[in-house]
T-cell receptor, first 113, second 114 residues
Framework: GENVEQHPSTLSVQEGDSAVIKCTYSDSASNYFPWYKQELGKGPQLIIDIRSNVGEKKDQRIAVTLNKTAKHFSLHITETQPEDSAVYFCAASKEGSQGNLIFGKGTKLSVKP | EAGVAQSPRYKIIEKRQSVAFWCNPISGHATLYWYQQILGQGPKLLIQFQNNGVVDDSQLPKDRFSAERLKGVDSTLKIQPAKLEDSAVYLC????????????FGNGTRLTVT
């Protein structure tokens, strides 16, 4: 079955710096790759997603890149702010099974003022 | 729009006891999911409903876990009897019925089994 590896497990940056989180997946049939942000005591919140027919997607300070050949995708956050501090999860799923998201283990991002 | 509602927020029980969680999805969302999130890990799908029918329950431990979605709206997830390893956050999510729609998660129920 699908396996999603996520790195790093923790990431500390200074406010204003960029943060990059990387994920790899094993199943070449996966074609949907969302990123979720989870704050303490809350459920995961979708921040951006990308599908296999797109190589890059951007939404303000957040961007995601996908390399299907290498089976990896990355989250880029620019101009980080303290409110970006949270746990970020990448996930992958297959066409026709989009609800069965396979999640990585998460990255705890700390943005220091 | 109102988000996915879950209750209770916290529950502490002893092993071998039973427990039930409730979920009310976003209005109009036909698809409902229950995920289990163990501390320090990403969520794992337990069961997926489309309206009131089960689409995928391949990862649900059916000897102790059960779930239902009567009338295609609210859902309950039950554990009977609970084990120590069931300690986790149980997340409910919903999405519209159309293809490739994103999941919206509730804030979950944190279960502690002692």
């Amino acid at each position: 079955g699908e396996n999603v590896e996520q790195h790093p497990s923790t990431l500390s940056v200074q406010e204003g710096d960029s943060a990059v989180i990387k994920c790899t997946y094993s199943d070449s049939a996966s074609n949907y790759f969302p990123w979720y942000k989870q704050e303490l005591g809350k459920g995961p919140q979708l921040i951006i997603d990308i599908r296999s027919n797109v190589g890059e997607k951007k939404d303000q300070r957040i961007a995601v890149t996908l390399n299907k050949t290498a089976k990896h995708f990355s989250l880029h956050i620019t101009e980080t702010q303290p409110e970006d501090s949270a746990v970020y999860f990448c996930a992958a799923s297959k066409e026709g099974s989009q609800g069965n998201l396979i999640f990585g283990k998460g990255t705890k991002l700390s943005v220091k003022p | 729009e109102a988000g996915v509602a879950q209750s209770p927020r916290y529950k502490i029980i002893e092993k071998r006891q039973s427990v039930a969680f409730w979920c009310n999805p976003i209005s109009g969302h036909a698809t409902l999911y229950w995920y289990q999130q163990i501390l320090g890990q990403g969520p794992k799908l337990l069961i997926q409903f489309q309206n009131n029918g089960v689409v995928d329950d391949s990862q649900l431990p059916k000897d102790r876990f059960s779930a239902e979605r009567l009338k295609g709206v609210d859902s309950t997830l039950k554990i009977q009897p609970a084990k120590l390893e069931d300690s986790a956050v149980y997340l409910c999510a919903s999405s519209p019925a159309y293809y490739n729609s994103p999941l919206h998660f509730g804030n979950g129920t944190r279960l502690t089994v002692t």
